[in-house]
């Protein structure tokens, strides 16, 4: 189940194991196992409601699981604050009176400490941050007035000045266009020298298939996890997305008819 | 000139003019969070739910007036928590939860009020405010609760920003979310004990929502719409106590009317703008 992969530096930074959520009576995870290594790039793709969120909230420590357990780094996610969850697009006040800087800077809120205001390490970790992502020109703007690309690399800087080490991504690239989506692939590539291991959920299979390390295939169950010419076969394929698959020339190329927005996450 | 000093020579109403800017800016202050979490609803149903608390005060009391700020405090807190803890396991919806014992409480403190002959006047005061009846004593509690209130919200500014936009990231962040949620509904809690007897608890919520709404339109930072609210506030304080002495109105009421001025204009001004 997990394949040799060159990324396998020391111990797993995410060891997840026999988690299992209920929701509303139904299983929304059922069984899940498995681990993540230190700086590794993993899609996690599958049908709409496939329970993808719902994964990303666990691993956060923002939802509870029914059964099974979540190590970070050894510890348990709510003893720990190396996770940063960059949200959907559609559930973020935009209007918020807050600039990118703000943003940015609330990654740091914990650290900060009661009572505590930024100093000069912070104002530096925000800027380096704003840097990476290439928003330092930015910095100053209304969060409403960034395109959808600058919005999540805004979520990145956060994540970097949070000094996250694991990065939960729900759906990133869903209604960017192409060069915003290329352009955020890119940037997740230049954080693998910063040691960042990065969980994004996508529906883009081709995608997934191009930009990522390794990928889970996820419909309550884990369908399939690894490296991707091994898992993208029809059957795996066939398995997670059920009818909804057309398999469209050749064996790996496929095409899956699923709306990308809303649906999963509609609750 | 003589406009604006005639009515300070009396003495209440320049207690009534202090009072109505300091609830003015802690409503406001406050209230930009209520505006910015979607609470308006909230701060008028818990402006309601202490009228029993009073109209039992009132009535240990005999009728005396010192001991009232006490007894809403105290309702306020417990019904500010109260709300919080039910929103949060109710099996209904929360806003008809909220609907249901906001209403249900209102009518308890009409009926306990209405045992008592002269219960028309004062009944009154508790819903429309009473700010030209502010005793010096009553005026210290509105100084030192409402610097409590300004302190605390200073004090947790960063994590009560980062909560309100993101509460997620604030769980990832291992912030005490449901101890800062708590706060908050503390301090709104004690706004609203603070600002009875100016507004009154049927137009608490307009304190509350109004100048926060109108800086909200204005400006896109958080210290900046909390400085424009206190502002708006302080202003519709003192302009509506003006008007109140000259037209003879309601001083509650009239406070109110200015502040929804001022929103009516930052409304139309924003628009012309946009055009």
């Not at chain 1, 230049?190 to 299979?205: E, G, I, S, Y």
């Not at chain 2, 302009?239 to 204009?265: E, K, M, N």
Request: glycine fraction near 8%.
């Amino acid at each position: 189940m997990y394949p040799h992969t060159d990324h396998q530096r020391d111990k797993p930074i995410l060891d997840v194991r026999n988690l299992s959520v209920r929701y509303n009576g139904r299983n929304a995870l059922e069984d899940i196992t498995f681990h993540l290594h230190v700086g590794e790039r993993v899609a996690v793709v599958g049908p709409n409601g496939a329970g993808k969120s719902t994964l990303f909230k666990v691993v956060a420590g923002v939802l509870l699981p029914n059964a099974g357990e979540v190590n970070v780094s050894g510890s348990r996610p709510l003893s720990h604050s190396c996770i940063a969850y960059v949200p959907q697009r559609t559930q973020v006040d935009w209007n918020f009176p807050v600039n990118v800087s703000d943003v940015v800077m609330m990654g740091r809120s914990a650290k900060l400490g009661p009572l505590g205001w930024p100093k000069k390490r912070d104002w530096e970790l925000v800027r380096h941050a704003l840097e990476t992502v290439e928003l330092v020109r930015l910095s100053k703007r209304q969060i409403s007035e960034l395109s959808g690309g600058q919005q999540q690399r805004m979520f990145i800087a956060r994540a970097l000045a949070q000094e996250a080490e694991l990065m939960l991504m729900d759906e990133p690239l869903t209604g960017l266009d192409t060069p915003s989506q290329e352009g955020l692939l890119d940037l997740l590539d230049t954080l693998r020298a910063q040691n960042v291991t990065v969980m994004v959920a996508t529906h883009d299979l081709e995608q997934a298939a191009r930009h990522f390390d390794r990928i889970m295939l996820l419909n309550h169950r884990l369908v399939a996890f690894g490296e991707p010419d091994e898992v993208l076969h029809t059957d795996n394929l066939m398995q997670a997305y059920g009818g909804r698959l057309r398999p469209v020339d050749g064996q790996n190329i496929l095409n899956v008819d699923d709306c990308c927005d809303e649906g999963e996450h509609a609750h | 000139m003589s406009f604006l000093l005639e009515p300070l020579q009396y003495e209440f109403m320049l207690r009534g003019m202090i009072a109505s800017v300091l609830v003015g800016i802690v409503c406001a202050v406050v209230g930009t969070y209520v505006v910015l979490r979607g609470m308006a609803f909230f701060g008028d149903a818990l402006a309601h739910t202490i009228l029993p608390g009073i109209a039992l005060g009132y009535l240990i009391s005999g009728g005396a007036r010192d001991t009232l700020f006490w007894w809403a405090l105290g309702t306020a807190i417990a019904a500010a928590l109260g709300i919080g803890a039910i929103s949060k396991h109710a099996q209904v919806r929360e806003d008809t939860a909220i609907g249901i014992i906001f209403a249900g409480m209102f009518a308890l403190g009409i009926a306990l009020i209405s045992t008592v002959r002269s219960y028309a006047v004062d009944l009154s005061h508790f819903l429309f405010g009473d700010v030209l009846g502010v005793s010096v004593q009553s005026l210290w509690l509105i100084i030192i609760f409402g610097g409590l209130v300004l302190l605390t919200i200073a004090a947790f500014y960063k994590e009560f920003m980062t909560l309100s936009f993101d509460p997620v990231l604030a769980v990832t962040l291992r912030l005490p979310v449901g101890l800062l949620n708590n706060l908050l509904l503390t301090l709104i809690a004690v706004t609203v004990a603070v600002s009875l007897q100016t507004v009154g608890v049927a137009l608490m919520v307009a304190m509350l929502v109004t100048p926060a709404a109108t800086a909200y339109l204005l400006t896109h930072r958080l210290p900046v719409m909390m400085m424009l609210a206190a502002m708006f506030a302080a202003l519709s304080g003192v302009a509506g106590l003006y008007l109140s002495y000259y037209l003879s109105i309601a001083s509650g009421a009239a406070i109110v009317l200015t502040a929804t001025l001022f929103f009516l204009l930052a409304f139309l001004w924003k628009r012309m703008k946009s055009i």
